[in-house]
């Protein structure tokens, strides 16, 4: 790996990767594109001049924009509207635009350049319609898979990547699965490695997380700061559970992918999220946000279930961990920890998160 491009790379997930490749690849060239649409993102961009990363302020829906980095030998794309409320007033253009034409732009920039390129997907492109059939256990504090089940791909343990595809999945999901299937053909079309890993949620420092995006840095923040929360749908019961990654077991994996990037690409698709042993409700997640913030909150509670939630979402990451031995190692408290840290200790997040 001599030059990577990674798009959307001023984001949480595109400055955390950014940062890591320069470095673990030594004398790799790393170049950011990003339009700095995502409130935050410019706040990342000190942190990667101080790395000895290039940045383009470009936009993937342009296919010039993503040219002007010149010849790469990988591009990672983490841009996208990554909310799964995006679009559901009707107002779908920069959802569609950015997340389905932007992954192929730079699809069709990886084809003229002979470069691979790894995507990063969504747990969401597995359909909520699918997801509510599902047998849950119910206890005092959260949902979970029961062991009994009538659909294919799905246990305690979470979905593999054989749970079935069909249903409504949010537009935010159809995008990325719609990006899945296009960026497949290019792999075997073209020739080109193709890393696709779906994630469950993602999370750690340097993300600008938002009520409906970046759940456990918004959590954390409410209660560093003591503003209003809300347990909303499912009865108000705040018993939806999540799985999260910590953003460096996702950095762990995406080095050892970029290794041997064909023999990950040969492989598909590959689920990759922080897996039951990292999951947890909301209840829990204030338990943890109050036991390490020092503030326990009233949260208020909103009945109605809002459009494509689910009660329940765990990645069974067997299938990676078969191939290549990865699961991750860090806890639901080093994540929440690692938030509080980060936000407390820098100036311009506490601004942020205090103001919103
Ligand atoms: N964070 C998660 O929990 C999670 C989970 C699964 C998958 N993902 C995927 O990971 C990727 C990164 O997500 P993230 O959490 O870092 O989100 P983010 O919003 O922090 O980062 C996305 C970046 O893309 C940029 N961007 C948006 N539109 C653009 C455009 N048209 N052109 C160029 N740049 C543009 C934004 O400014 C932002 O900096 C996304 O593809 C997302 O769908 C994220």
Redesign the pocket.
């Known amino acids: 790996m001599k030059k990577i491009l990674i ?10 990767i950014s940062i890591a490749l320069k470095e673990n690849f030594q004398g790799c060239d790393v170049i950011v ?6 409130k ?2 410019e706040l ?1 961009l000190p942190r990667l001049k101080s790395n000895g990363i290039k940045f383009i302020r ?5 296919p010039k ?1 993503i040219e002007q980095a010149g010849k790469m030998d990988f591009l990672i ?6 909310s799964v409320l995006a679009g559901k007033d009707g107002d779908t253009d ?1 959802l569609i ?3 389905l034409y ?1 992954a192929l732009n730079c699809a069709e920039y990886c084809r003229k350049s002979n470069a691979g390129m790894l ?6 492109v597995y359909p909520f319609e699918k997801l509510l059939k599902c047998g849950l256990h119910e206890t005092e504090k959260r949902f979970d898979f029961s062991e009994k089940q009538d659909i294919a791909g799905i246990s305690p343990e979470g979905l593999t990547e054989k749970f079935p595809m069909d249903g409504a999945r949010s537009l ?1 999901g159809a995008t ?1 699965y719609a990006s899945e299937i296009m960026l497949a053909e290019y792999r075997d079309r073209f020739s080109i490695p193709v890393i696709i890993n ?6 750690g420092p340097w ?2 997380g938002k009520s409906d ?2 759940i456990a840095v918004f959590w954390t923040a409410a209660h560093i700061f003591k503003k209003t929360l809300k347990y909303i749908g499912f009865g108000g019961s705040g018993k939806q559970v999540r799985d999260f ?1 910590h953003i460096k077991d996702l950095i762990d994996l995406i080095i050892m992918q970029l290794k041997t990037p064909e023999a990950f690409s040969a492989e598909k698709i590959f689920n990759a999220g922080g897996g039951k042993k990292t999951s947890a409700s909301l209840i829990e997640l204030s338990g943890i946000c109050a036991e390490i913030t020092g503030n326990s909150l009233s949260i208020a509670a909103e009945k109605e279930t809002r459009y494509a939630d689910i009660p329940v979402y765990i990645t069974d990451n067997s299938k990676i961990n078969a191939f290549r031995g990865w699961s991750p190692r860090r806890s639901m408290r080093d994540i929440i920890a690692d938030i509080n840290d980060w936000i407390k200790n820098t100036p311009e997040a506490s601004r942020l998160f205090e103001s919103n």
């Open positions: 798009t959307g790379g001023a984001g949480f997930v595109g400055s955390s594109l990003d339009n700095l649409y995502r935050g993102s990342n470009g936009d993937v829906r342009n924009d794309e983490c841009s996208a509207e990554p920069y635009q950015t997340n932007g995507f990063l997907s969504t747990s969401r935010y990325k779906r994630c469950g949620v993602i999370a993300q600008f995006q970046g990654l």
